[in-house]
């Protein structure tokens, strides 16, 4: 198989799978209990706090683990607007994850006043709009540092400087280990950060929340993470998380290389053989990992076929949208782009990760044009 979904997930390393397996074996003790067992667990956490937050810029008392990106950003768009009362507004960008977009839509209906922010047809958010509003030191701004569908990166920085009174939330899922991420640099409040997208385990991420937050948890039971993420941690996670971390930032210019020259070459390959073929992802200010491509003939051609030939011949790939019952959602990230439903629908994000080949993107690229081919005649 060639596996060029790397956005949705990455092949965990061996690297980190030995890092991980005494932790599953040998040292089962849990971090809060005081004997021995529990102090070695304890101890392999808080060093992998230290490391972590280090690699974002950040002190290790602003991070917490979490289960994933899902929890974090659910997390802070809760806390802040409930528990904590940090705020009475969400600012957001059309083109969030839907692990932002639905939290936002549920706290809408409980009073919670939710504006979407807009693109650009380059999926680059609009900040002309953002310069327009009016924001307080109530309000929440969630923009997420990369999307997930077309590797646009996000002016994060320049919306720190527009709303300096408000609280910046970020979900760098996608950004981190594929470019920079630096609490201090970016100057936000809170990030999200998940390990199965730099292969990593899956199930554990972090959420850094800057010092001096008086942040509470909707999530209630012991006291750990002090008191901000109630649960028993896993140390076998979290040394996982360390670990992939770590590689990811020490290697990322020998990763972006490898992943930048075989999107370059799939780019290539793919407008040099499908003329009409249009890139949604801009090249000048995307993460180094992801093409999407879409079709402006797509009336004619059947997005979920396209998809589904591609797995025949064993290519991964995916549109980077959500599958209801089986049956394809146009991309909001797309239409949000100004797509078409049709173009929305039959859109291809490849991501590709350190060990995708030449060879794999020549047969892949050559899988997409016989497939558009044959639905182009059918
Ligand atoms: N945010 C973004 C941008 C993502 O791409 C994803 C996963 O695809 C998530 C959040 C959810 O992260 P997790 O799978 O760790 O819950």
């Known amino acids: 198989m060639i596996y060029l979904d790397n956005s949705a997930t990455t092949r965990i390393d061996e690297s980190v799978v030995e890092a991980m397996l005494p932790w599953l074996r040998d040292n089962y003790g849990n971090a809060s209990s005081i004997y021995q067992l529990g102090r070695q667990a304890r101890v392999a956490i808080e060093y992998a706090r230290e490391e972590i937050a280090a690699l974002i810029g950040a002190h290790p008392a602003e991070l917490i683990f979490t289960s994933g990106g899902t929890e974090s950003n659910n997390t802070v768009l809760k806390s ?6 940090l705020c009475n507004e969400v600012l957001y960008s059309a083109i969030e994850h839907h692990a932002i977009l639905h939290p936002v839509a549920e706290l809408s209906h409980q009073h919670l006043k939710t504006t979407a922010l807009s693109v650009k047809s380059d999926g680059i958010l609009n900040i002309e709009q953002f310069e327009t509003l009016t924001m307080t030191n109530r309000t929440l701004v969630s923009v997420m540092h990369a999307n997930n569908e077309t590797g646009a990166i996000q002016p994060i920085e320049k919306l720190r400087a527009l ?21 201090h640099a970016l100057g936000v409040d809170f990030a999200s950060f998940s390990a199965h997208k730099i292969h990593g385990p899956k199930g554990i991420g972090a959420l850094f929340i800057r010092k001096g937050i008086d942040f509470k948890s909707h999530q209630q039971g012991g006291g750990q993470e002090r008191n901000r ?7 076998a996670l979290i040394v996982g998380f360390q670990v992939a971390a770590r590689q990811a930032v020490n290697e990322m210019a020998k990763r972006t290389e490898i992943m930048k020259s075989a ?7 793919l407008i040099t053989a499908i003329d009409t073929i249009r890139v949604n992802t801009p090249l000048e200010q995307s993460l180094p990992n992801i093409l999407n491509v879409s079709f402006p003939d797509a009336e004619s051609l059947d997005g979920e076929s396209i998809l589904q030939s591609l797995d025949i011949q064993g290519v991964a790939a995916s549109n980077g949208s959500a599958c209801v019952s089986g049956s394809l959602q146009p991309s909001h990230v797309l239409s949000a782009m100004g797509c078409s439903i049709a173009e929305a629908k039959a859109a291809v994000r490849f991501s590709v990760s350190k060990d995708t080949t030449e060879r794999e993107i020549r047969q ?13 005649n059918h």
């Open 163 to 183: 709303a300096s009174d408000s609280l910046i939330h970020t979900d760098a899922v996608q950004s981190f280990g594929k470019i920079p991420v630096n609490m």
């Open 80 to 85: 802040c607007s409930q528990e904590s009362n």
């Open 263 to 269: 999107i370059n070459l799939l780019r290539e390959l």
């Open 364 to 376: 892949a690229a050559s899988s997409l044009f016989e497939i558009i081919s044959a639905l182009r």
């Open 229 to 235: 993420r109630a649960g028993t941690e896993s140390p």
